[in-house]
């Protein structure tokens, strides 16, 4: 679904970055627009290294369960290992595409950063649409990598390091058309929001800190980009949060809506 292979290491970055002070805010804001309750049944599609499961897991209590499905073995290991205190809890490898979990499983599916890796959306959400129960809701959290502003004196060097990077991903722009994929699936949405990451300095506890990292290894390794290019690239960034110049900011969009029934 990718050209990043989310192995060990891979896993682990995106653990170090997902604790970052900021993204933990973000998580935040995104359990109080799902407002789960207690024993309810969640299903987190793209677990990655689980915290999110694991924020949820504490709301719904031992009268509740939380499933997780990864395609990664290594998001699938490190989810269990953060959750094994907590019994309810259950994680499965597994495409987003076909979950392994009987019809109208769940009270509530969640979704953060994953379905931009999906190239069959369409396949994804009528699998969403299945597992819920009729009343059942869905919150989904992407980003659109256009909202992207990232101070640079060189817009040009910037456009193609970002263009490189957006080929990660098969959707780079989803949150533009998930609002009609998620009513194509049968399922009517009821809420929008658009949650902001800023860091307006560059010090290694915060988001963008670690994305940049990824994305100047990435966009080397692509071919897309050369090497020496993608250096002067981070460098400038690098040089700018030295000098108390640097800003970064991105915004991830939720979409929440329901299975009729």
């Not at 939720?254 to 299975?259: K, P, Q």
Request: hydrophobic content about 45%.
């Amino acid at each position: 679904m990718s050209q990043i292979e989310f192995d060990e290491n891979v896993a682990r970055a995106l653990e170090r970055m997902y604790m970052t002070p900021d993204v933990v805010g973000q998580r935040s804001d995104f359990l109080r627009a799902v407002a789960l309750r207690e024993g309810e049944r969640a299903l987190d599609v793209g677990v990655g290294p689980g915290l999110l499961v694991h924020d949820m897991a504490k709301i719904v209590g031992e009268k509740g369960r939380v499933a997780g499905v990864d395609a990664s073995d290594a998001m699938v290991g490190i989810s269990e290992k953060r959750c094994a205190d907590l019994g309810w809890t259950d994680f499965h490898q597994a495409d987003a595409t076909a979950l392994p979990f009987d019809d109208a499983s769940f009270d509530v599916v969640t979704s953060s950063q994953v379905y931009e890796y999906v190239a069959d959306m369409e396949g994804a959400l009528t699998e969403v649409h299945r597992v819920l129960r009729p009343g059942g809701r869905v919150f989904i959290l992407d980003t659109d990598w256009d909202s992207v502003v990232w101070r640079t004196r060189d817009r040009a060097r910037m456009r193609r390091v970002m263009d490189a990077w957006d080929g990660h991903l098969h959707d780079p722009h989803l949150p533009a058309r998930l609002g009609a994929l998620l009513e194509g699936a049968g399922l009517q949405v009821t809420h929008r929001e658009v949650i902001p990451i800023v860091n307006p300095s560059l010090h290694p506890h915060c988001y963008s800190f670690g994305i940049l990292a990824a994305i100047q290894g990435f966009v080397a390794a692509s071919g897309e980009v050369e090497a020496d290019e993608a250096q002067a690239w981070a460098d400038e960034l690098r040089a700018l949060g030295e000098s108390g110049e640097y800003f970064f900011s991105i915004n991830r969009y939720v979409f929440g809506a329901l299975r009729a029934g």
